[in-house]
Structures are given as C-alpha cells and as structure tokens.
C-alpha cells in the first residue's frame, strides 16, 4: 500500500502570537518550517531564528515546493498578499476566523486553519484542547488539514466561513469582551487599594460552571434578582467611572430582560 | 491552659443558595446547624431535613443559645430581619457583599461572613479556595469568624463594610456581567446551529490567563488592534440582535479607549 500523502513542509507567511504559537505546535510535532515572510523583518528574523528556517525578504521569493504555505497576518492584508503569492505546489491557508476562505482562490489548492483561541504574547499555552476550524476547496486538502490540527488537537471541526465568523464574533464576546470586565474591575479594585487576586477564584468558576450549567440558568446576581437596590447602589458607587456606569446599566438591563 | 471557644452551634436564617453551601461546608466541619427560619416554610423544610435541624416558623422563636446565626437572605431584608430576632448569646453575622456591617447594631455581638463567590443551585461548589470576607465590632469574634472560615477556606481576609461593597460591585461586573456575554455567544451560536461548546476552551484560558498577567496586557482582538473593518463586519453580523450590537459596540470603544 502506498503511503498516505501527508503534510510536512511549511511556510509561515505572518510571524505574529498566532503565528509563533502555531510554528511552535507544528515543529513539535516533527514538521519542517521551510521560510517565514513578515511585513516586519524584525520580526521574521526571530521567528526564523527560533524555529530554524530561512527568511524571504520578498513574497515573490517564496518557494513553491511546500505542502502548506500558512498565511497568519491581519485580516485586512490576507487578499492582497495571497494574490500577490507565487503558486505554489501545496495548499494556500490562513487562519483567519473573520475571512472568507474565497479570498484565497487564486490558488488551486486553498483552505483554513482557524485555531478558536486567544493567543498572548510570551504565554505558553496548551493547544490540544483548543478547537481548530478547517476548510478546504477540495476534499483531498481537507483531509490532509484536519489530519495536520490532528497532531496538535483533539478537536478538530470542518466549518465552512459561513459558520466559522460566527464563531469568531461570539469568540470576541466570550473573550475580548470578558477580559475587558475583568480590566475594569481590576482597575475599580485599584482606586480603593483591592487586590484583583480575590477576584480569581470568582473568575474560575463563572468561567468553570457554563462547562456544565447553561449560561441562562448559570446566572445569578442583583439583575438576575431584580433587585433594584443593590443596583441602584452600584451604579452610585461607578460615579467615578461614567463609562462603567453605562455599561453596568446596559448590561443588568440586557440582564433583567433575559430573566423577565 | 483553658480551651479556645470557638463557633460550634448555628442557626441560620435563609435556606437558599448561599445558605445552603455554607450549611454544608460547616457540617462537614463538624459544626452542628441547630435551626432554620425561612421566609418560605418549603424550603426551610427541605433545608432542615437535610442539614437535621429543627425549623422555626417566627423569628421571635429563634433560640438564643447558639454560638452564631447567619442571615442569609435578600440585602433589603436583612435589617428588618435583624431588628426582629431575639437577643442572643452568640454573634450576629450576615453573609452579604452590599450590606454595611452596622445594619446589624441592634446585637451587642455582630459581623459578616461574605463568600466571595458566585453560588448556584445544585452544583456543587469547591470552597476551600474561594475568599471569605471577615469583620466584626469586636476583635474577639473576629477571630471566631476568621478562625471559623478558616476551616472552609485557605482564604480569609477581614474586609471592612466599604471595601467590601466594593468587591461585590466588582464581583458583579467579572461574574454576571461575563456570564451574560456567554449567554448571549450561545444565543447567537444556537441562531446558526452551531454548539456553544466549541468556545468552552477559549472561556477557561481567558479566565486563566489572568491569573498570570494584568489583564490590560492580556487584551486580544480586533478591538485592542484597532481593526475597524472586523468590527464593521461584526456589527453588521448583529442586525438581527439590535441590543447586542448596542453592547458590542459599547464595549468595543471602551476597548479602544483603554488601548488608544
């Protein structure tokens, strides 16, 4: 029997957090990073430095024998660079959550590889529990990317760019939006001398019981409650914050109409 | 040398969700629950026949030989409820985040005895690393609380009834307000057939995360990267959740601010 094709040669176009932390996952797993390209050459000097692969200092430099050129830049860019790519004798991907993958079809043989997680700098970070988001133009392709997430995850999901900006639009609300409370609520802690720490447990098992709970029957709390004085007495106490103010409001209503 | 006294004999008024994991954790200590009043005689019922306690149907009923009654029971009833219980030999601790401390005067012997944590009904909680927060009109039953908590907790801070509002308002906007943002992500996910579980990953790193790092420089997203045209595209996404665009759109700019 013929060996199965697999993917093992590749190409970063991109050498951001998701970047690093995808190159990082890939060597792991016995992958050969070929050339990196980064509108930074700073950057890209790192990146090759760490993993051990050559720099392109133009993109119509790169090399066309990969398996997988990897394009993980902003989202606004992703167009442009992939036309302005050779072809190449692989699969043309990005990892975009917000991008069509239709942005790619220049390239006979395109797809994504969306990881569905928050990538921080200088943070190490367990992957294989993350989910990845894969799509290809062709049946063979998709194989050949969920087999690649694979090795790096157990969760590996064919969803089409449709579904897949859903994803990433709930993922800002799940993530970015969350973490932007937490700031505020660090913040607010500061100004009376608090520490944030004794917050974290609290964090944990909020972010812990929706693993079990519904988040609807998850909620507790003053909105949840309808009480009304209590919050009356918060909002008094975000005087110093107006903008917190308007959100706290925003929110327990949201709240209060979700549990009417 | 004599025997430290400590708290061993509690009534407590409130059978509800905090009532009840308190109940639990303090049974387990060996603590002995003597009685139970509740403004809903079910529940007192159900509560007594678990934690096998007597039920009192008046609050001039409650004996007066116990070490402590907890009230545990809404903010706006506590002083009233204070002002009615008999005289007793113990101490007189409520168990709320937004209450001062002084609505409980009336007992020569009074305190609070605040978990900082967000209780739900049926799941079963992991006490032991959440913050209990301890004050007291006298140092002597301080310790009893503090020394009482911690039996329950490896956490216990004496918090006094200012900072502690302030720890509930925050408690509030990191706990409900994030459970809100999960509700909604999976109201949307569910409009598109996709399952919520897919961001569970992305949910418990974003909680996790800032247990390492201040949670400004833990901020991702097109928010923080200024990428104007991801949120155009978001904001549109939202056309058929109108009080969710109004909040994505809040909280983006606050993002904005925070990282301008």
Redesign the interface.
Known sequence: MEKEKTIQRISFIGSG?VASHLAEALVRQGKQIEEVYSPSPEHAKTFAERWKCRVVNRLSDLQPQVDLCLISI???SIKSVADTIPEIKGIVAHTSG?TSMDVLKKHKRHGVFYP?????KD?R?ALE???FCIESNNQSDKVLLMDLAGLITE?V?EINS??R??????????????????????E??ES???D?E????????????????????????????K?Q??MS??LE??TDFP?YK???Q??SD??L??HS
């Open positions: 957090n902003p989202d606004d917000i569905l997680q928050t990538f921080t943070r970070l529990k993350s989910p969760k999901f449709e579904q900006r859903y994803l990433h639009l709930t993922a800002v609300m799940v993530s970015n939006f969350s973490n932007h409370l937490y700031h505020l609520a660090h607010v802690l009376k001398g608090l944030f004794l917050l974290l447990p609290l964090i944990f098992e909020t972010a812990n019981k929706v693993h079990d709970i519904h988040p609807h029957a998850a909620q507790t709390g003053p909105a949840k409650r009480d004085k209590t007495k918060h106490m975000l903008e308007k959100l706290y925003l929110l949201q709240i109409d979700a």
